[in-house]
Nanobody, 121 residues
Framework: QVHVAESGGGSVQAGGSLRLSCAAS????????MDWYRQAPGKQRELVAG???????NYVDSVKGRFTLSRDNAKNTVYLQMNSLKPEDTGIYSC???????????????WGQGTQVTVSS
């Protein structure tokens, strides 16, 4: 079994910062990628940022220069540092992990439960 859990959400004023964490635990051989999605009220879920096992990152244009991904492989954890937050960053942030559970095995995909981020103006 694999469990993926986010933490670090909360409420901040515009211009503030939050750091989200996504931790995977359980039967894990490797984490090939971890992606952050967000869903704003009344909108479709969108990919915000992602990081590969090799450390390559990608960001949606609206967060470039403000959000930064990092990972701690020993802890199977990825961090999303969010600075200069804007009201339009409000939403539920969810982690999506691509994981191999054994050497040479297939990839499996897991969602976390999500964490709420609210940015007030």
């Amino acid at each position: 079994q694999v469990h993926v859990a986010e933490s670090g959400g909360g409420s901040v004023q515009a211009g503030g910062s939050l750091r989200l964490s996504c931790a995977a635990s359980g039967s894990i051989f490797s984490i090939n990628a971890m992606d952050w999605y967000r869903q704003a009220p009344g909108k479709q879920r969108e990919l915000v940022a992602g990081i590969t096992s090799g450390g390559k990152t990608n960001y949606v244009d609206s967060v470039k220069g403000r959000f930064t991904l990092s990972r701690d492989n020993a802890k199977n954890t990825v961090y999303l540092q969010m600075n200069s937050l804007k009201p339009e960053d409000t939403g539920i942030y969810s982690c999506y992990a691509t994981i191999r559970r054994r050497v040479g095995g297939p990839e499996y995909f897991y969602w976390g439960q999500g964490t709420q981020v609210t940015v007030s103006s």
